[in-house]
């Protein structure tokens, strides 16, 4: 239970109202911020607009999966007028405080340093971002299917990177029956897309695996599908960049050549928000109802 926990919530899209549902449903109260147009109601709970004063006496900031962006600007699905944090905000927030974030940004980052907050990266959190893997590797298919006209079922699917969203979307492309190859830098990556039968290629086979791919999934957040590696590529292929932005494909190349490329972050917050917010909030609410301890960041 979260009785006598004060959250305050900044900004967000619909995973967030899962967040605050579960966190009041667990006894918790709540000041919104940025919600004016949410037609939803919860118990013991408060919308308020951006101001120091609302930062006081707080156990925990919880800000939108984005995070903020170099100037604290914060993202809002149900508010226009626009939200920008100051460092007078944290500043007026308790020492070991929490701040929770998807992500987070250099700016974030200093200003919780600055005034001793304890930052929890959610999105850094394993049982969050595996979790997290499944609508993703949802969305790219379906992203995949509405732009192709053939079935993933037999396609020549690449998958670059195989982290904790690669590892998933190829084990999903495996199961309808595509040809999956895997780009990995790591041995052991590469060891473990063999074990799931699949195709394994270093980052140096790159322009080999993706040269007569139909669908190729970037998961990579670094330019990697660069103008000299698309110029050697399908034109018919069909690129889902779910990489976080500016994602790792050259837009700018796709765009002039004619070929489909279609940069989707935050998949989980678009295809399915309340699996996506049940994750964050299930996480979010443990970390809360263990108490300010060690090793959660």
Known sequence: MLTGRKLLFVGGDARMVEVIAQATELDASATLVGFD???RTFTDTATAPLSVTVFKDVDAVVLPIAGTDHSGRVDSQFCDAPL?????HFAAMRAGSMVFS??????????????????????????VAILNSIPTAEGAV???????????????????????????????????GAH???????SAHRARVREMAAVAYTLTDLRTAVADADVVFNTIPHPILTAEVLSGMNRGVVIIDIASKPGGTDFRYTERHGMTALLAPSLPGLVAPRTAGRIIADSLCRILAQGFTDGEE
Do not use: Y
Request: hydrophobic share 45%; with cysteine.
């Open 84 to 88: 920008t944090l100051t460092e007078a």
């Open 142 to 176: 379906a992203l995949a299917m509405e732009h192709t006209s053939i079935t993933l079922h037999g396609s020549k699917s690449v998958v670059l990177g195989f982290g904790r969203c690669g590892q998933t979307l190829a084990r999903t492309l495996l199961a309808l």
């Open 37 to 39: 147009r949410l037609n």
């Open 102 to 127: 998807g992500i987070a940004g250099p700016w974030l980052r200093q200003v919780c340093e600055t005034h001793h907050l304890r930052l929890v990266r959610l999105m850094e959190l394993d049982e």
């Open 180 to 186: 999956v190859r895997v780009v990995a830098r790591d």
